[in-house]
């Protein structure tokens, strides 16, 4: 019977076909010098651009694509729960054909589940209600991690250069894992949280290919 692969393994794994998928659509990877004080802004500003305009094989046969001025801080008058979020999502002309799957897991407290299907599968988590929601996805095992310390330090340096969203470290029965999470008002537009959840799949991708693999070359610099 075939080893079970790890959740860094998965990972990995993820990454490949996200790739794989991008260059299949056409997508290219773009290197850009600038001054470093402008990284936080240019990052910023491309992560908005690549999210609400151009993102993923499926915009090409979106009939319904986002026009117009949108105002990321608008609100909504009654407040998402977790099953009228399931509906509004299933039903939504925002979302793009193929795009995501989206489930109730029931439980003490009901939790959504979106499967990213332009991101290898992966699996977001929102939980939350009342006055917010936490959007979040597992990366990996913190004990699968290179220099677990260091990592962690360097980590700390990096949130203020992804946008969006935080990372921390949940306990699974017994196991710790990094996590990458954010966290929105209930009260948010549903394209608000269409944003936050790709920008939150977008960035798992990088922090499991680029963001180690970065760290990778500084400790290898400081060697």
Not at 10 to 20: D, I, L, S, Y
Not at 93 to 113: A, D, N
Not at 149 to 168: M, R, T, W, Y
Request: proline fraction near 5%; aromatic fraction near 6%.
């Amino acid at each position: 019977m075939p080893a079970k692969p790890t959740r860094g393994a998965q990972a990995a794994e993820r990454t490949r076909a996200w790739r794989e998928a991008r260059r299949q659509a056409g997508f290219v990877k773009i290197e850009v010098w600038a001054p470093a004080a402008c990284k936080p802004d240019i990052l910023s500003a491309v992560q908005a651009i690549v999210v609400e305009s151009a993102r993923g094989p499926a915009l090409k046969t979106n009939p319904n694509p986002p026009k117009g001025v949108r105002h990321m801080d608008s609100v909504i008058d009654t407040a998402w729960t977790i099953h009228t979020l399931r509906d509004g999502l299933v039903e939504s002309s925002l979302v793009r054909e193929g795009e995501m799957t989206v489930t109730v897991v029931e439980g003490v407290e009901p939790v959504l589940l979106v499967v990213m299907h332009e991101f290898g599968d992966l699996p977001i988590y929102v939980s939350g209600g009342g006055l917010q929601l936490v959007v979040s996805t597992l990366l990996w095992p913190c004990d699968e991690q290179n220099d677990r310390a260091a990592f962690n330090e360097f980590l700390l340096k990096a949130q203020k250069i992804v946008p969006l969203s935080n990372f921390g470290i949940t306990t699974i029965e017994g196991r710790d894992y990094y996590e990458l999470m954010g966290e929105i008002s209930s009260k948010t537009t549903l394209q608000t949280l269409l944003i936050e959840l790709r920008t939150l799949a977008d960035n798992a991708i990088a922090a499991a290919s680029d963001l180690r693999d970065s760290f990778e070359k500084s400790r290898g610099a400081a060697a």
